[in-house]
C-alpha cells in the first residue's frame, strides 16, 4: 500500500506545482458622447425664482448659466470645457423646522477644462476614480457630504447633504 500511495503522492505534487494561475484580467468598456448637466440637486426644497413650485433641482431655480457636458472617447478619456460651478450657501430656518434659506453666487471667474481618464464596468463608470452610475441615457454621480447646512445665522454647520449631479446625453 505505501509502495502505492508514494508515488501517487509524488505525481501529485509534480502536477500541482507545474500548473500555473492566470490573473484576471478585468475588461472595461467604454462609452462615446456628450452629456449635459441636467440635474443638480442637494435634496433640498427651495423655490428661489418665486413660482410657488419648490425644486430639489437647483438648475430649475436659479439664474446661473449652465453649459456643463463631458465628453468621453472610447480611448478611455472623459473630457470638459463649460463647468458649472456655483457657490452654494444653505441654512436651515430656526422658526420653520424643515425649512431652508439659499443663497446662490453664480461663478463667473472662468472655465475650468478638465480632461481625465475613466473606465466602465456594467453600469459603474470609475472617473478618476469617483464612481459614477450609467443608467439608459443618465450619468449620475453623488457627493457624499459636500453641501454644508448652517445654522440661521450662517455661523456653525448643523448637517451635510449629499450633491448629486446627473448628466443627460445629448
Do not use: H, W
Not at 52 to 71: F, G
Not at 131 to 136: D, S
Amino acid at each position: 500500500m505505501k509502495k502505492i500511495v508514494l508515488p501517487t503522492f509524488l505525481v501529485l505534487i509534480v502536477f500541482l506545482s507545474s500548473c500555473s494561475i492566470e490573473p484576471v484580467e478585468e475588461t472595461f468598456d467604454f462609452l462615446e458622447g456628450t452629456y449635459r448637466l441636467t440635474e443638480y440637486s442637494v435634496n433640498v426644497p427651495i423655490d428661489l425664482d418665486n413660482d410657488t413650485n419648490y425644486n430639489t433641482n437647483l438648475l430649475e431655480e436659479i439664474d446661473c448659466e449652465n453649459n456643463e457636458t463631458l465628453v468621453f472617447d472610447r480611448q478611455g478619456f472623459m473630457y470638459s470645457n463649460l463647468t458649472f460651478n456655483p457657490k452654494i450657501e444653505v441654512a436651515l430656518i430656526d422658526a420653520q423646522p424643515g425649512t431652508f434659506a439659499v443663497d446662490v453666487d453664480c461663478d463667473t471667474e472662468g472655465v475650468i477644462g478638465m480632461a481625465i481618464s475613466y473606465r466602465k464596468s456594467g453600469n459603474t463608470i470609475i472617473i478618476n476614480e469617483r464612481i459614477a452610475t450609467l443608467n439608459g441615457n443618465n450619468i449620475t454621480m453623488i457627493f457624499k457630504n459636500a453641501i454644508d447646512i448652517y445654522n440661521q445665522d450662517k455661523t456653525v454647520v448643523v448637517d451635510t447633504k449629499d450633491l448629486k449631479l446627473v448628466y443627460s446625453k445629448i
